[in-house]
């Protein structure tokens, strides 16, 4: 009988604990790794959540040039960075933008990442297109 009693206390237990991660899951930002081939374009559509953000991030070499470009449904602030030990470093950064392109030129090898951050309260769509082109 006492089996009986704790296999179901360890059943609600593992419901809610997978019920959490679920509604943490829905509630995350959004970090996408993609690969760039050298004249292949990425196309993504991310949904940037109400007061989270959206990354997509790819894994770059010195030289690399990527011509990068986005529009979004509505504002948000946006930035191209990368880390270095505990700095992060911003080769390009604007707040409170619907669209923008440019030219990112690799200096040194490391992970960057394009971002969007949703200050709004709405969900806001933002399509972006990144292609490695040679200079």
Known sequence: MRNARILPKRLR??????????????AAAELVEVTLAPGQAVE??????????????????????????FRGDAATD??????????????????????ASGRLVIESEQGYCWMWTNRSTAPVVVEVTLKETSR
């Open 44 to 69: 993504k559509r991310l949904a940037v959540a109400p007061g989270k953000f959206a990354e997509l991030c790819s894994a770059l070499r010195r030289g690399q040039v990527v011509l990068w470009q």
């Open 78 to 99: 946006f930035n191209i960075h990368y880390h270095v030990d505990k700095r992060v470093e911003y080769p390009e950064q604007r707040t409170n933008i619907k669209d």
């Open 13 to 26: 237990e593992v419901v809610i604990t997978m019920a959490c991660a679920v509604a943490a899951s829905s």
